[in-house]
């Protein structure tokens, strides 16, 4: 028999469904200026939504930009452990819109998935937090454990609010440990817990040759040109193989276990279906050496994601432009910190600098690196939880992806994190066409259920 609380949740699942439909038509693109009222509004949103359902002491907390939400509810009998429970409200901006097939702000049921933004990074996943708490609250008038919720609007923009909060450690953050669902399952129906994230630095380079733009006819030859000086400059961050090139990037970085690598060779994972429904490359490319997941998981990447400047509209303009940029990212692995690999790429851009140009490295960001170990308490709960539910054995993985404040819940309040996601691989996050699997929605919120019942058990 099910709990009361899961029962609930499936008697009331159409309801939490046009609920989060609700949510998901608020365009909270924290990027953008323009939306900062829609920012606040879901926010509010959520705030209200906690306060009805019966979480306490309900508020929004000031940051530079979007507000976080804050709630808790501390009185379960005994010595019970409190959880944080983590989401995310804000979402990515919708560009290229041309290539979506339904509105992104309007979302639309197709082939059993929800497609919108945010549906799964993270407004779904949050949702059904709350919906979790929700149907706990109602079926038993309390919950099973000490419960806070901290939401953020700014985790898409590098999260500096809520890392500041956190490390100012106040008393309404004291916690045993975090519940965090802005991860996926390994494939479809598979039960899954992320137990590593990469880390991030996020940086531009910019480049400056003349004081002014230059006609290439009257300077062209004699005036440096910034765009192929930063050309060179970021065609020298890697070779041919993919390996960077950076003095001193590699060291210090830990491998995965034999045990770790022997699990994930056991994972449902085919390359050539990777290359072709995920990627939809030619092939795919990477360090040599390496497997698919080690080159994802476990191994640190440097990407160039821009290079805005020059003239770019339509004919023709022959200029030498004064100055060019380009943003790009590292991401790092255990064994690496964003200070040092920051400082060894910086040193290393203004070495290669061709003559002629002056050059600014900034970094406009960072995370660390997160290894969870399998062998707590709260990991042991989510994996009979999960199995529960989903009726198999749940696999652990990492993610090649990073969510910061993993590191600040670790560093600053002691607290282990359980990345508890139900995303799928597929779901186009930060593209057209997201989604969020309906049958991923509606057994998350029951895994969640379970497993906080397990905790308080």
Same mark, same amino acid.
């Given at each position: ?11 009331n *699942? ?6 989060? !439909?609700?949510l998901?038509r ?6 953008l200026?323009?939306?900062?009222g829609?920012c %606040?509004?879901a926010?509010?949103?959520l705030?209200?939504?906690l306060k009805?359902?019966?979480?306490e002491?309900?508020? %929004? ?6 507000p976080l939400?804050y709630?808790?509810w %501390?009185h379960?009998?005994g ?6 429970i983590? /989401?995310?409200?804000?979402v990515?901006?919708?560009?290229? +819109?041309?290539?979506?097939l ?10 059993g ?6 549906s799964?990074?993270?407004k779904g996943q949050?949702?059904a ?9 109602a079926?038993?008038r309390?919950l099973?454990l000490?419960v ?10 590098g999260g ?9 450690r106040p008393?309404?953050? !004291?916690t045993d ?7 996926e399952l390994?494939a479809?129906g ?5 137990v590593?994230l ?17 006609h290439? &006819?009257?300077? &062209?030859?004699?005036? =440096? ?5 930063l ?12 390996r960077?090139l950076?003095p001193g ?5 830990i ?6 690598l ?5 994972l449902p ?16 490319v990477g360090?040599? &050496? ?11 990447? +440097? ?6 400047g020059?003239f770019?509209g339509? /004919?023709?303009?022959t200029v030498? =432009?004064?100055k060019?940029?380009a !943003?790009v990212?590292?991401?790092l ?7 040092r690999?920051f400082a060894?790429?910086?040193s ?6 061709p003559?002629?140009?002056?050059v600014?490295?900034? %970094?406009?960001?960072?995370?660390? =690196? ?9 990991i ?6 999960l199995?529960e539910?989903?009726?198999k054995?749940?696999?652990f993985?990492?993610?090649g992806?990073?969510i ?15 990345m ?6 597929d ?8 989604k969020f *699997?309906l !049958?991923n ?14 905790v308080?058990?």
């Open positions: 028999m099910p709990s009361s609380a899961v029962a609930y949740a499936r008697q *699942h159409p309801r939490f469904l046009e609920e989060l !439909k609700s998901l608020i365009p909270s693109v924290s990027t200026p323009e939306h900062n829609d %606040l509004k926010a509010e949103t705030a209200a939504e009805r359902i019966g979480m002491h309900v508020r %929004l907390i000031e940051t530079v930009v979007h939400v709630a808790d %501390l379960a009998a010595r019970k452990p409190t959880v944080l983590y /989401g995310h409200y804000d990515q901006p919708t560009d290229p +819109l041309d290539e979506w339904s509105p992104p702000f309007e979302p639309v049921e197709r082939n998935n929800l497609y919108a933004r945010g799964a990074d993270d949050v949702w937090q709350v919906k979790a708490l929700e149907s706990l609250m079926a038993n309390a099973p000490n806070r919720v901290l939401f953020e609007g700014d985790e898409e923009v500096e609010g809520i890392e500041s909060y956190v490390a100012s008393p309404e953050l !004291k440990f975090a519940l965090i669902s802005d991860t390994f479809p598979l039960p899954t817990l992320c590593g990469r880390g991030m630095i996020y940086t531009e380079i910019e480049v400056r040759g003349a004081k002014t733009d230059l290439s &006819g009257m300077y &062209g030859g004699a005036a =440096p040109n910034p765009f192929v000086a050309a060179r400059i970021v065609a020298g961050l890697k070779d041919e193989n993919g960077i950076i990037f590699y060291d210090g970085v491998p995965p276990s034999a045990e770790e022997a699990a994930w060779r056991s994972f085919d390359e050539e279906e990777y290359r072709k429904s995920e990627v939809g490359s030619k092939q795919l360090e040599a &050496g390496y497997s698919v997941l080690e080159r994802t998981w476990a191994r640190p990447t +440097l990407d160039v994601h821009g290079m805005p020059g770019t339509a /004919g023709a303009k030498i =432009p004064a060019a940029s !943003k990212s590292m991401r692995v255990p064994g690496m910190t964003p200070a690999t060894l790429y910086k290393y851009v203004e070495k290669i600098a003559a002629g140009v002056d600014e490295v900034r %970094l406009i960001h960072s995370g660390d =690196p997160s290894l969870i170990r399998v062998d707590n308490p709260y042991e709960a989510a994996t009979r939880a199995h539910v989903w009726g054995d749940t696999v993985i990492r993610s992806g990073s910061p404040i993993v590191g600040d819940f670790d560093r600053h309040l002691g607290a282990p994190s359980v508890m996601g139900f995303g799928l691989p779901d186009n996050i930060h593209a057209p066409n997201e *699997h !049958k929605f509606e057994l998350g919120i029951q895994s969640l259920i379970r497993f906080l019942e397990e308080g058990g």
